[in-house]
């Protein structure tokens, strides 16, 4: 399988048999390559299944096909596997990162990500990104003889936004936000927070709508809306997969070292990034702090800070594994590590336990 990638990618993708290796030395595997040993042990992860009951941006439970974070996951996956192998890049590498992107995440989305960080604030703070190399470096304990899951320095370098790492890290970034923003557009619209009029305003869609319209001019709304949604991504996805071409071939890149070297290569080109600045900042005025999301999310927040402040007060109700950490991380961060990785399920029980 090694061999095989030696000779199918390109020369500046990163290959699983040239890996820098993982912090604790394991034999190797004798039927899949580093790269698909990380992306088992993140699938096989308890975090990676409770994605399953962790909001995305409308709460885990109002709706039967609203994205959760793990369907959201997936998605990214999907789609940087896509640009990776369009490019001759690693897709399992790509794959790996993009499957661990989110395993940090808080529960209640972006907005209980903004109340953790605001009861961390004084403690180190937090963030999602940051919460999911902890999750994969030392919260996650499948194996006795190491803490984490001791995943590649590739993998976890990829997780890691503070540095400009291999091409495939940057396809999993691209990825996670081509995803959320054609699919928050698309459960906005299954909420009923979104309506086809408002969205002609957003080039974005009105480009695909066009298109759309002009292929199948006898459907109505209802069915148009999914083809819409495909072809935003599709021509996402066009444009990435084009114009990082285009930037490693001028930027003359021939090695991995050449990546580093450079600044991100995984691009939009100039009038689709545009066009995207745009479409989050609608997405921000007419979705995140539309008023019955506004609504949840308050009610949300209030029950996580609810959650962190009843721990502190009694840390004895926290879990025995995490209790056992609180000499050596602290009170605060050790609440914030065990409400992070709740599920909103679960954080509201609690609530419900604490009181009202």
């Known amino acids: 399988m090694e061999a095989d990638e030696g000779r199918l990618l390109a020369p500046f993708a990163q290959k699983s048999g040239e890996s820098r290796g993982r912090q604790f030395p394991e034999p190797r595997h004798a039927y899949r390559t580093e790269f698909q040993r990380d992306r088992a042990r993140i699938i096989h992860s308890r975090a990676f299944r409770r994605l399953e009951y962790k909001t995305q941006v409308f709460l885990n439970g109002t709706g039967d096909h609203l994205r959760t974070r793990l369907t959201h996951t997936i998605e990214v996956a999907s789609i940087s596997r896509t640009i990776a192998r369009a490019l001759r890049l690693n897709e399992d590498l790509a794959e790996a990162i993009a499957l661990a992107h989110d395993l940090g995440h808080s529960p209640f989305g972006h907005s209980g990500e903004e109340m953790l960080a605001e009861c961390m604030r004084e403690h180190g703070g937090f963030e999602h990104n940051r919460q999911s190399l902890r999750v ?185 594994s995490a209790a056992r950490r609180i000499e050596s991380e602290g009170l605060h961060r050790t609440v914030c590590d065990y409400i992070a990785g709740m599920t909103d399920r679960y954080l509201m029980e609690e609530y419900a336990r604490v009181g009202n």
């Open 136 to 320: 994969v470096e030392l919260l996650e304990n499948p194996y006795p003889k190491f803490p984490g899951l001791n995943l590649t320095l590739e993998v976890r370098e990829g997780l890691d936004k503070t540095q400009v790492s291999s091409l495939e890290a940057q396809i999993a970034d691209l990825a996670d936000e081509i995803t959320y923003y054609s699919h928050d557009l698309d459960d906005a619209i299954d909420f009923d927070v979104l309506n086809f009029a408002q969205l002609e305003a957003v080039d974005v869609w009105k480009v695909a709508a066009d298109s759309v319209r002009a292929r199948y001019p006898d459907l109505r709304e209802p069915d148009l809306h999914k083809l819409i949604i495909r072809d935003v991504i599709d021509r996402q996805l066009r444009d990435v997969i084009v114009t990082s071409a285009e930037q490693i071939i001028s930027g003359k890149v021939q090695s991995r070292d050449d990546v580093r070297n450079q600044s991100v290569l995984i691009r939009y080109g100039d009038d689709l990034a545009e066009a995207n600045r745009a479409l989050r900042k609608f997405l921000y005025q007419n979705v995140y702090y539309h008023p019955r999301v506004a609504e949840v999310n308050q009610r949300a927040c209030e029950m996580l800070r609810k959650v962190f402040e009843s721990y502190l007060l009694d840390p004895s109700r926290l879990g025995d």
